[in-house]
């Protein structure tokens, strides 16, 4: 039971350049998040996938895209890479349970534009 | 403005004591509540899911909410070093699944 991957942990692109963050999750989780992490100002929701089939803009989704591919993954593109988009991104998923809610997260992708 | 504030600090306790982190929100359809730690260089690490008012206790965490004043905070007894963290709030809108943070408090336990 790996809980939430992401690939890669680490990525330099250059400016213009494309790339695609990958997440996986096993915990038969509905819902999963896109967060970006940046000195200062806490993780910022990107994109989000309520469930299956349906994604829905955060706070910061410009420069972005994401395809909620099957129930667990979820992937984040940058189609136009640039130097502000230099960041941490975190995958997370969530799921009630017991009346309660979980939310997991990956282990982050560090991301370095020049 | 966000929607959830919380102080960045550096807040300093000694060994022992009890940590008091606070958060407030302004989206009254965020009515739930997460509490992580992160440690420099990791990823968020849950601690507890709050909502309803009053406290959750879990081990040496107890979370409160207070709906009608807009606040959560996240009560750390018998601090210790391992504590020494960054402590997130996050506001949960369980209709949108959304899942919004603050910016976190950074808790010093010194020893």
């Known amino acids: 039971n790996a809980g939430v991957t992401q690939t890669p942990k680490f990525q330099v692109l250059k400016t213009g350049q494309s790339m695609t963050l990958q997440c996986a999750q096993d915990m038969n989780h509905n819902s999963m998040y896109w967060y970006r992490q940046d000195p200062g100002m806490g993780l910022r929701l990107i994109y989000y996938s309520a469930s299956e089939g349906t994604t829905d803009k955060g706070e910061v989704p410009n420069g972005y895209n994401v395809s909620r591919l099957n129930k667990r993954e979820f992937s984040l593109r940058l189609e136009s890479a640039a130097p502000s988009q230099t960041s941490v991104y975190f995958c997370?998923?969530?799921?009630?349970?017991?009346?309660?809610?979980?939310?997991?997260f990956g282990p982050g992708t560090r991301l370095t534009v020049t | 403005q966000k929607e959830v504030e919380q102080n960045s600090g550096p807040l300093s306790v000694p060994e022992g004591a009890i940590a008091s982190l606070n958060c407030t929100y302004s989206?009254?359809?965020?009515?739930?509540f997460f509490w992580y730690r992160q440690y420099s260089g990791k990823s968020p690490e849950l601690i507890m899911f709050?909502?309803?008012?009053g406290d959750k206790e879990d081990g040496r965490f107890t979370a409160q909410l207070n709906k009608a004043s807009q606040y959560v905070s996240l009560l750390i007894r018998d601090s210790q070093p391992s504590d020494s963290a960054t402590y997130l709030c996050?506001?949960?809108?369980?209709?949108?699944?959304?899942?919004?943070f603050g910016t976190g408090t950074k808790l010093q336990v010194i020893p």
């Open positions: 996050a506001g949960f809108s369980g209709g949108y699944q959304k899942v919004t």
């Open positions: 989206d009254r359809g965020s009515q739930s």
């Open positions: 997370a998923s969530s799921e009630s349970k017991g009346g309660s809610y979980e939310q997991y």
């Open positions: 709050i909502y309803s008012n």
